[in-house]
């Protein structure tokens, strides 16, 4: 009977768990070592699906509590929703995520959940169980908890040391739009423990040079998530709130989560009208390009044009509307630039730079070091050939592209059909 409840909550609790998105994470460069024969190893970090490998992983995705004392109108959880409430005990917790652990169905553990009474009661049980995984159960697997806004910073801290990862969820891009859908809720509130942890995660890594005994304190950082889409925020606003995240809070990823019609209330966009799935991947992309390709957030939008283009990746866009960057020669180009041509990547840039120094690279080089050459021998240029026809314009190249990338799908298409023929 007693096992049969659980089941019950675990259903409840999972499903409401799957509206956050910001569980992803690779592992912080103080790694948590198994020690002393203990269950479970952070190794390369856990992600909701797959590493950084490629390794796809599982972990434990729950809510303590859909129980919420705020009436936030894009969150499933809130008071004011008439769905079925459930809330887990600590050690129930802690069993399940052991138990599962032992049958191999998981690696880790991702916790979050509603407020129950205030702030600091909901922050002391998350912090309680991640402290009996680690010091009763000699847990050393991933745990990523969510630091509850409002909960004091002692708190805060001890959630620092059981966990590899902790997140605060700014919810929505700006302090109006939160003020709109969740006015019980203070922008400053989610920004104060940004500040604080990022504070702390410097300080323990400085003493820890210093002092190899000093414990790991959150060694996978910090993250975020903004709901996208359930106000009318353009990309420009989104990703420059992302940019303060990343340069002011040391922010390891900002997670952004396209708005699910999941009740109907006057302040939120129809029941029926789920953000496309394609906005969220060309946030995605633009954030990766200002993360790891060197772009500034208003090289990809601006006032001019505030919005991603739905059509092409960021970068293209970009290529496209600086034309006269190209063509590059990919023999004597730096770094810096080769990563700004469209269809190279982090990895095939530094390949490239690494390659030229024995021969002069030409097209088939460059196809065999894994490039999309489809996609980027509109913007090379080599000693000879010449490849880049300069009588062609943005929008030409635009629809080339186009052209190539929907042939390529409608062969891969034809292809899975003819399996089952």
Same mark, same amino acid.
């Given at each position: ?20 998105? #910001?569980?992803?994470?690779?592992? @912080? ?6 020690? +002393? ?39 499933? #959880? ?7 409430? /459930? ?7 802690? +069993? ?16 979050? #959940?509603?407020?129950? +009474? ?7 049980? &998350?912090?309680?169980? /991640?402290?009996?995984?680690? &010091?009763?159960?000699? $847990?050393?697997?991933?745990?990523? &908890? ?30 109006? #739009? ?12 989610? *920004? ?13 890594? !400085? ?22 889409? /359930? ?15 990343? !340069? ?23 029941? %029926?009208?789920?953000?496309?799935? *394609? ?7 633009? +954030?990766?390009?200002?993360? $790891?390709? @060197?772009?500034?957030?208003?090289? *990809?939008? %601006? ?13 293209? @866009? ?7 960057? $190209? ?27 690494? /390659? ?14 894994? *490039? ?26 635009? !629809? ?22």
């Amino acid at each position: 009977m007693v096992h049969e409840r659980v089941m019950e909550k675990l259903a409840i609790l999972a499903d409401a768990a799957k509206y956050d998105v #910001s569980c992803s994470s690779s592992a @912080g460069q103080n790694k948590r070592k198994n020690k +002393d024969k203990g269950l479970g190893d952070t190794g390369n970090g856990i992600c909701h699906a797959y590493t950084e490998d490629g390794r796809c992983v599982s972990l434990l995705k729950i809510l303590l509590t859909n129980h919420c004392i705020f009436d936030c109108a894009y969150c499933i #959880s809130r008071k004011s929703n008439d769905i079925k409430r /459930a809330a887990f005990t600590v050690q129930e917790v802690v +069993d399940l995520t052991i138990g599962f652990y032992r049958r191999n169905y998981i690696e880790g553990l991702f916790l979050s #959940s509603g407020i129950f +009474d205030n702030p600091d009661y909901t922050m002391e049980r &998350l912090v309680r169980i /991640a402290k009996k995984l680690r &010091l009763e159960e000699n $847990f050393n697997g991933y745990i990523h &908890l969510k630091a509850i806004p409002g909960a004091s910073d002692e708190l805060i801290k001890q959630a620092g040391l059981y966990a590899d990862r902790l997140s605060v969820n700014v919810e929505m891009p700006t302090e109006k #739009s939160l003020k709109l859908l969740a006015p019980e809720k203070n922008h400053i509130d989610v *920004i104060k423990p940004m500040e604080y942890l990022k504070n702390e995660i410097v300080g323990y890594k !400085e003493e820890k040079k210093s002092n190899n005994k000093t414990p790991l304190f959150a060694p996978a950082g910090q993250s975020t998530q903004m709901v996208i889409g /359930a106000t009318q925020e353009n990309d420009l606003e989104i990703l420059g709130m992302a940019n303060y995240f990343y !340069e002011q809070m040391n922010m390891r990823r900002v997670y952004y989560s396209g708005y699910v019609p999941i009740s109907y209330d006057n302040r939120l966009p129809a029941i %029926g009208t789920p953000v496309p799935m *394609i906005r969220e991947n060309r946030l995605y992309q633009a +954030d990766w390009l200002i993360r $790891f390709y @060197g772009f500034n957030v208003n090289e *990809i939008v %601006g006032f001019d044009q505030p919005n991603l283009d739905l059509d092409i990746d960021p970068k293209l @866009g970009w290529a496209l509307r600086n034309l006269n960057q $190209f063509p590059v020669d990919i023999n004597t180009a730096d770094l810096e630039l080769i990563l700004r041509i469209p269809g190279i990547g982090v990895t095939s840039a530094k390949k490239i730079v690494s /390659a030229r120094k024995f021969k002069r690279l030409q097209p088939e080089d460059l196809k065999k070091l894994g *490039i999309a050459y489809n996609r980027s021998k509109f913007f090379l240029a080599f000693s000879s050939p010449f490849y880049l026809q300069k009588d062609l314009t943005s929008m030409q190249i635009k !629809e080339q592209i186009l052209n190539i990338q929907n042939s390529k799908y409608q062969n891969n298409f034809s292809n899975q059909l003819s399996l089952f023929q």
